[in-house]
C-alpha cells in the first residue's frame, strides 16, 4: 500500500510560482513511477505530469509544458512539483499519483488527498 500526501499548495497571483511536494509512505517509492493530475470545480481530473520510476522520463500535458516540472527524490520519498507562470486557468485541487509504470492514458491506483492551488488574475 502506498499513501501520498500533499502540501505546498495555496494562493498565488497570475503570473507567479508554486512548488507542491508529495510525500509517500513505505519502503518502496523508488519503485513506483508518480505524477499529477489535476481537477478545477465543475470540470473531469486532468493528467498534468508524470516521472517515471528512474526519474528519466518525464510526461506533461501540453497546457504546461515549458511551465511546470516535475521531479523526484528518492532519498526523501518525495515528488516535486514546480509551478511556474501561473496561469488563472491553473486553479484546481492537484492530485499526486502513484503506479508502477506510467502508460499512456495513465490510471493510476494510488491517490493522495489533494491540494488546492489558487490563482488569482
Known amino acids: 500500500q502506498v499513501q501520498l500526501v500533499e502540501s505546498g499548495g495555496g494562493l498565488v497571483q497570475a503570473g507567479g510560482s508554486l512548488s507542491l511536494s508529495c510525500a509517500t509512505s513505505?519502503?518502496?517509492?523508488?519503485?513506483?513511477?508518480m505524477g499529477w493530475f489535476r481537477q478545477a470545480p465543475g470540470k473531469e481530473r486532468e493528467f498534468v505530469a508524470a516521472?517515471?520510476?528512474?526519474?528519466?522520463?518525464?510526461f506533461y500535458t501540453n497546457s504546461v509544458k515549458d511551465r511546470f516540472t516535475i521531479s523526484r527524490g528518492n532519498a526523501k520519498n518525495t515528488v516535486y512539483l514546480q509551478m511556474n507562470s501561473l496561469k488563472p486557468e491553473d486553479s484546481a485541487v492537484y492530485y499526486c499519483?502513484?503506479?508502477?509504470?506510467?502508460?499512456?492514458?495513465?490510471?493510476?491506483?494510488?491517490w493522495g488527498q489533494g491540494t488546492q492551488v489558487t490563482v488569482s488574475s
Open positions: 499519483a502513484a503506479d508502477r509504470t506510467v502508460v499512456t492514458p495513465w490510471s493510476p491506483n494510488y
Open positions: 513505505g519502503r518502496t517509492f523508488s519503485l513506483y513511477a
Open positions: 516521472i517515471d520510476v528512474s526519474g528519466s522520463r518525464l
